[in-house]
């Protein structure tokens, strides 16, 4: 891990209410796949290339239209106001100031359009599918029309993962506060909760259902296996995130870096493949880059920054990895994202 993130995740830690540091924190059951996750990348080694004039390294990347500084971007992550008074929008500021983009939570603490009018540059809407459809499709809808560039959709969580850390599946979020992006859209009188809860019988036809929705291009998140991304793809997604959800759902799920290979082989050719999930430096990144991903997300550092310096500090820890990215590809004798390509790494064990 970086040193700077290292810092911030103390600071954090300080910084943070107890039970929102440890909302933060964890996994899933035993917290296996949540401990595996940065270990996981360097199960990998570098076969760097020489003498290839690396004064340049570019690290522009383009993904479904957004043109951004860094294959960097912010994960979608729930309340972001636990973190900092200003929740979501010192987020989109931060990133927006670093050229990367960042994916708003359905569970965002702070309005979706007070979040796009804070943003300096693009932002992606995370949703999430709830019981009421309606609820969904409502906010999808806000979200197109506040400006966001797609739709992801997550779909590793049928049921929030079971967190033994902070006693189930949240902290005690006050129901506006859980709601803020929710309430209006809830029958006067609904139990809203209920109705903003999971959907757990979600099937491929909710891709194309909020592509049509919301006119926007649908990345499904939280995929593991290349014949599930395939699936994905087939049913009219536009790009897929390789991810465990930090840990937070199926503990035991194979990390996201063991997985990205076999999702690269199925659908690479086809759409964008993001990943993310325990990416700490810029090695960290050069290595999904070389398995094929077009960008990489980033997690509890981006709440570990907000929560220690607020915007600011958002935009510091994207440019340190920027720049960490930028410095090791050099090493690694690339000039930019593309010029890797999957011969730069090797399994350092075959046997996980
Ligand atoms: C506090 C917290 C809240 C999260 N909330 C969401 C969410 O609302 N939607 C979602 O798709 N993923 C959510 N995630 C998962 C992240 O998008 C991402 O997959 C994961 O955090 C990446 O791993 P990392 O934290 O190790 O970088 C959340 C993760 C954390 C830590
Ligand atoms: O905490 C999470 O990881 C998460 O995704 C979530 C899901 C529903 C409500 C709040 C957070």
Redesign the pocket.
């Known amino acids: 891990m970086l040193a700077l993130l290292a810092d911030l995740r103390e600071r954090a830690r300080s910084a943070l209410r107890p039970d929102a540091w440890e ?2 924190e964890a996994g899933a059951g035993d917290e296996v796949t949540a401990g595996e ?1 940065e270990a996981a990348w360097r199960d990998f080694r570098l076969r760097p290339r020489v003498l290839r004039d690396v004064s340049r390294v570019d690290l522009r990347t383009r993904a479904l239209g957004a043109d951004l500084a860094s294959p960097f971007a912010v ?5 972001h106001a636990l973190a900092h008074p200003d929740g979501e929008c010192a987020t989109v500021r931060g990133a927006g100031d670093a050229g990367c983009l960042t ?1 708003v ?3 965002a603490s702070r309005p979706l359009e007070d979040v796009a009018a804070a943003a300096p540059g693009p932002w992606w809407f ?1 949703a ?1 599918v709830m019981r009421d459809r309606g609820l969904t499709e409502a906010l999808v809808q806000r979200a197109a029309a506040a400006g966001a560039g797609a739709v ?1 959709l ?1 779909v590793d ?1 049928p049921h929030v993962g079971r967190k033994q850390r902070v006693g189930g599946v949240r902290i005690g979020i006050p129901d506006d506060e859980y709601l803020v992006n929710l309430a209006r859209h809830l029958v006067p009188g609904a139990v809203g909760r209920e109705a903003a809860e999971q959907d757990p019988s979600l099937t491929p036809d909710v891709i194309g259902r909020l592509a049509e929705v919301g006119g926007l291009p649908v990345v499904v ?2 995929v593991l296996r290349g014949d599930e991304a395939l699936r994905c793809v087939q049913a009219g997604a536009a790009g897929v995130v390789v ?1 465990t ?2 840990g ?1 759902q199926l503990d035991r799920a194979l990390p996201s870096a063991h997985a990205l290979a076999d999702v690269v082989a199925a659908v690479g050719d086809r759409v964008p493949v993001l990943v ?4 700490r430096s810029g090695t960290d990144a050069l290595v999904a880059l070389a398995l094929g991903a077009t960008a990489v ?5 981006v ?1 570990w920054a907000l929560a220690a310096g607020g915007a600011v500090a958002v935009t510091e820890v994207l440019e340190e990895l920027a720049a960490d990215l930028r410095h090791v590809l050099a090493l690694a004798g690339a000039t930019s994202p593309a010029d890797l390509d999957p011969a730069v790494v090797v399994p350092r064990r075959v046997d996980r």
């Open positions: 909302y933060y996750a994960a979608p992550m729930a309340f994916v939570s359905t569970r995370q999430y992801v997550t969580t998140k939280g991810s959800h930090g937070r993310d999930g325990g990416v997300l980033v997690g509890r550092p709440l």
